[in-house]
C-alpha cells in the first residue's frame, strides 16, 4: 500500500489540536464505530476532532457537545451521517494503484478467468470495488479490460461502492486532478481521458459506461446481498480501518456476495490468516494477494450419518 500522509492517517500534527474531553472523543468514537465499523483510536484524536469541527461549523453548533446532541436527533441518520461520515473516512487512492498487484490480477487472474467463461459460453463479468472511494480503482479495471481488448464479446458490469457520499459523488463526477492520474501510463491517459482547460482530467464515456457507483456500508449485510454476487471483488486498503470483530462482519459479508469461483483481491500489507475458516490465499496467485472462499464446515444436519459413523471411528 502506498505510504498514507501523516494528515491523512491523522497523526503527529504539530499545530495545537483543537480540544475535546476524553469522554466526549469516546462517545463520538463509538458512534461512529457503531455506523461504519471504523475504530478511531487515541492516536488519531486530532484528526477526528478537526473533521467534528468541521461539521460543527458547517451547521453553526457553538459546541461538540451540541454537534454530538445533534446526532442524536432522528433525524439525523438520513440527513448528517453521510456528512459526518464523508469527512471522516480516509479516501486515499489513484489510478493504477499497485502496478505489479494489478499486472498479476490481469495476467493471471482476469485473462483466465475470461478464458473459463467464455469456455462455459457464460459472457457475463461482474467485479465488485469495494470501498472505491472517488473511483479511481474501479475505472482502472475497466481501463484494464478496454487496453486487453480480451473481453470485447462480454457484458462487463462493474460497481463502485463506497460509504462516503463525497467519495462516491466525485466517482460519478469522474474528474481527477494529476494526484490521481500520475500513474496512468501516457498511451491510456491519452486514450481514457479528456484533458480539459484547467489541467485535470475527465474519464471518457467509454469507460465511464462500464462503471457505476452507489452509497454503500460494508458492514450492512442487507446492502450486500442486494448486490447479487461477484466474480472479482476488490476490497483495497479499508480493512486497516476496521477492528478484528468489524473486520470479521465485512468478511463475511463480502464472502456472501461470492461463489466459489470468485477472488477476492486485498491491499498490499493486508492479509486475511486470521479469517481463514472464511478465505483461502490462492497461493497460485498470491502476487496479486488473491483469496478464494474456504471450504465451508458443513453443518451436523449436512454431514448425515455416514460421516457421523466415520467421524466416531477416527
Ligand atoms: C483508503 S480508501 C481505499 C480506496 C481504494 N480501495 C484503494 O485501495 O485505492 C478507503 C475507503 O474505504 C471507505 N470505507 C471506510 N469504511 C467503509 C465502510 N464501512 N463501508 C464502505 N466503505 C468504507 C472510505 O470511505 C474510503 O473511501
Known sequence: MAAETAEQLGQSQTTEAPKMSDELFGRFVELIYTISGIRFTQTKAYFLTSKLELR???LALKTLE???RFLQQPHAKATEYPNLLSEVTINETFFYRNQPQL???EKDILMPLINEKRRKNDLRLRIWSAASSTGDEAYTTAMQLLAGSYAKDFRIEIIGTDISRRAIEG???AIYGSYATRNVPA???NRFFRELPDGQHEIRQEVKSLVTFKEG???DTMQTKLLGTFDIIFCRNVLIYFDDASKRKVLENLASAMTPDSFLL???SENLYPYRDIFRQDLEKVRALAYKLAPRKKTLEELGIADLVAAKKD
Open 56 to 58: 460543527r461549523k458547517a
Open 66 to 68: 451540541d454537534y454530538y
Open 103 to 105: 499486472e498479476a490480477f
Open 171 to 173: 466517482a460519478r463526477t
Open 187 to 189: 498511451p491510456l491517459l
Open 217 to 219: 456500508n460494508l458492514q
Open 266 to 268: 486485498i491491499g498490499h
